[in-house]
């Protein structure tokens, strides 16, 4: 069973820049795109950042100017840097890695925590 291992949450405050990384336990053939996702108190999980093994991303506007993902297929690990952290960027950020031919796997997420 793959497991997707989070870290680098915490508290932080605003204005700062936080770097989160993801690794999979063990390599995911075919793995087409990786992610992270996020979930606030009270709303739904949203995309943050997606990337495609050929180096396509998507971002949302409302963020991109300040996310940068990255990631490495052959070590299934991706990476997301938010900076000019605000409050409503506090949230559980998951991330999120996507097989070519169906499936997908979850890590357990990890806080972030913005304080004004």
């Known amino acids: 069973q793959v497991q997707l291992v989070e870290s680098g949450g915490g508290l932080v405050q605003a204005g700062g820049t936080l770097t989160l990384s993801c690794v999979a336990s063990?390599?995911?053939?075919?793995?087409?795109?990786m992610a992270w996702y996020r979930q606030a108190p009270g709303k739904e999980r949203e995309l943050v950042a997606e990337i495609g093994y050929y180096g396509d991303s998507d971002i949302p506007n409302s963020v991109k100017d300040r996310l940068t993902i990255s990631a490495d297929f052959d070590k299934n690990t991706v990476d997301l840097e938010i900076d000019s952290l605000k409050p409503e960027d506090t949230a559980v950020y998951y991330c999120?890695?996507?097989?070519?031919?169906?499936?997908?796997?979850w890590g357990q997420g990890t806080q972030v925590t913005v304080s004004s």
């Open positions: 999120n890695m996507k097989r070519q031919y169906g499936g997908e796997y």
């Open positions: 063990e390599r995911i053939p075919n793995a087409r795109a």
